[in-house]
């Protein structure tokens, strides 16, 4: 065995702790908790625990009040935990085995059986936890590697629109800090940190039905007629209907985040928008904040057809409802982020 490895032995019986230290003493490092609080404590500390020998029957913090701790931090899921007893405590034990315990070891103690089931036990969740973060690694990666397409995909997109592919890094930057800042003001539209990075790296995709648009209309330079505008507002479904085709390339949520945003960015809060008129909350509150950032991006920016506005004309502009009607919470949260913003360059 790995002399490296951790047994943490929990009795408030000392002579009971004494017998199983010296049962594994050869093939483990052995620590003691002489009650349920400390073998808590330990639990939660530092050490890297490979197995709890766990008392039951205790003063204070019994077995299944440690077994319960474990299974809220989730700790129970990588140690595994023998229950010890002299009793046929059957409500007990079966509590025990619900909570996450794995074995029951009673007293008294046979040493040449007790190595071999605990041994046994241990290597096994050495290898699950092993294969676990094996697994975990790999998916990071195909993660990792799926976004770096998906940034591919939305620059070359952007490209094709004469834009550099700087558009899609500022659209994903400002929804973040605008999502963040919608989150913490108004408790309705709360997304946690790892839902508002994932909203942000969705919004790259917000325009990949443009490659579904003609050249003669996509990089027109004066202004589109009537035909031209209807085309152009269908790369909106067409960016649906190019994702609904990949729905395994990335996380359950991703998807649900990049379907939304790519079809419901041109949405508006009083139905005028397109492609389905939805109005007020039925828009999905990430392509609100993408519509916005779309928007603020595409004034302040230059394009084949327009020279780009100053930041206080976009404002302006975006408060004043000339690109269209937004969610009034979003608009405050809006000029609070770009007022923040013009405050800290002024300092």
Request: hydrophobic fraction near 40%; glycine fraction near 6%; charge should be negative.
């Amino acid at each position: 065995m790995d002399k490296e490895k951790t047994i943490l032995i929990v009795d408030d019986m000392e002579i009971n702790r004494i017998i199983l230290a010296e049962i594994f003493k050869d093939n483990y490092n052995i620590i003691q908790a002489c009650d349920g609080n400390q073998a808590i404590e330990t639990i939660n500390g530092n050490v890297d625990i490979s197995a709890v020998l766990l008392d039951l029957i205790m003063p204070g913090t019994d077995g299944l009040g440690v077994l319960r701790d474990m299974k809220k931090s989730g700790k129970i899921k990588n140690i595994p935990v023998f229950l010890i007893t002299a009793e046929e405590n059957e409500k007990m034990l079966i509590e025990g085995y619900h909570l996450g315990a794995v074995d029951v070891i009673r007293k008294p103690f046979m040493s040449h059986f007790l190595k071999h089931r605990i041994n046994n036990i241990i290597e096994l969740y050495a290898h699950r936890n092993d294969l676990a973060n094996i697994v975990e690694q790999q998916v990071a990666k195909l993660n990792k590697l799926n976004q770096s397409m998906i940034e591919m995909l939305a620059t070359a997109v952007e490209f094709r629109d004469c834009e550099s592919g700087e558009h899609v890094k500022r659209i994903a930057g400002f929804t973040k800090l605008l999502m963040t800042e919608v989150s913490s003001r108004y408790p309705e539209y709360y997304m946690t940190e790892e839902e508002i990075d994932k909203i942000s790296k969705s919004s790259v995709l917000h325009d990949v039905g443009k490659i579904s648009i003609p050249d003669s209309i996509l990089t027109k330079p004066g202004r589109l007629t009537s035909d031209e505008y209807e085309i152009m507002k269908q790369h909106t479904v067409k960016g649906y209907e190019f994702l609904m085709q990949f729905p395994d390339i990335i996380d359950e949520s991703t998807y649900k985040y990049s379907c939304d945003i790519c079809r419901y960015h041109h949405e508006r809060w009083d139905g005028k928008g397109y492609p389905d008129g939805l109005a007020g909350d039925d828009i999905p509150i990430w392509a609100q904040v993408v519509s916005v950032a779309d928007v603020y991006d595409a004034l302040t920016a230059e394009r084949v057809y327009k020279k780009p506005f100053s930041h206080e004309k976009a404002v302006s502009m975006i408060k004043n409802g000339e690109c269209g009607m937004f969610n009034p919470k979003l608009i405050d949260a809006f000029e609070a982020l770009v007022n923040e913003s013009k405050s800290g360059e002024t300092e």
